[in-house]
């Protein structure tokens, strides 16, 4: 009795168990009692992490995530939320040029007053055409390209929503652009709308919307790509760097924004970047949870 009882209490403070398969008795004393060199022969080998090994970026899919939000699902949604947000952009542009001021002076700007008046106002596109490609080829050749693709998508749908609320809220007088010189009237909103879509906004009419750029947003996104994925690659990183500063370039050069509309969009966009993930936030139940409740009727 004495030893089935203190056999138990053994059991009670961890010191022996049982193996429930088996019926086998372990004693965790003996394995405490050999040499350290045996125990040690037990665990596996640690190898630290070199630097280079380390990534920011979940490429593998994570545990408990369903391809819904990684992968090239992952990169469908997040294009969407992308398309989304842009079709409530261009639309909302059409009221902002309606009531844009055409009476009041362009405000004074430094890099206006710097950089010299450059025509034709395309020159920015065409430069920003240039870095997309660039990125597009990149990440075309990029084993680990959909989680970049995801966030690349999910920062520019989250840019142009807060963009939505800056260009409504406060409307700014034009610069010394086509904008003040040949102002057009929008005759039919919806065609206008997508045109804009169609285009990617090179076709619509589009005034005052100023603060902040869309093509800085758009170009600093492309560039932290590079900055963020390709450290090892310093001709690709230069020369992303080159597009960048040659975009803002043009963007002042040919009046299409103040100096400061560029300034808030990169640091807007390198901060959202930085903080958006590369996951579709959402899962393929808590999408079908969301339209239930939309759409139910009680």
Known sequence: MKDSKRFQDEISLGVVSTDPDTGKVKDFRRLENKPRQEQDSRLPEFRPLELDQVSLVPYNNPTGLSRWVTGKRGALLSFLYFFLTSIILVFVMNFVHMRMPLNVPPLPDLGHVVIPRMEPEQLGDIVLVVFIVMMVVALYYNKKKWPMVINFFLTLGNLYLLRV???????????????RFQYEKIRNIWWNSFLGLATFGSSNIHCGDLMFSGHACMATNVWMVFVLHYKKKFLIRLM??????MTFFFIIATRSHYTGDIWIAFWLTVFAHRLTPYTFPFTKKKIAHFFKNVFSIN
């Open 240 to 245: 992303a760097t080159f597009l960048l500063i």
């Open 165 to 179: 609320v800056s260009i409504s809220v406060t409307s700014l007088p034009p610069t010394e652009n086509h904008c």
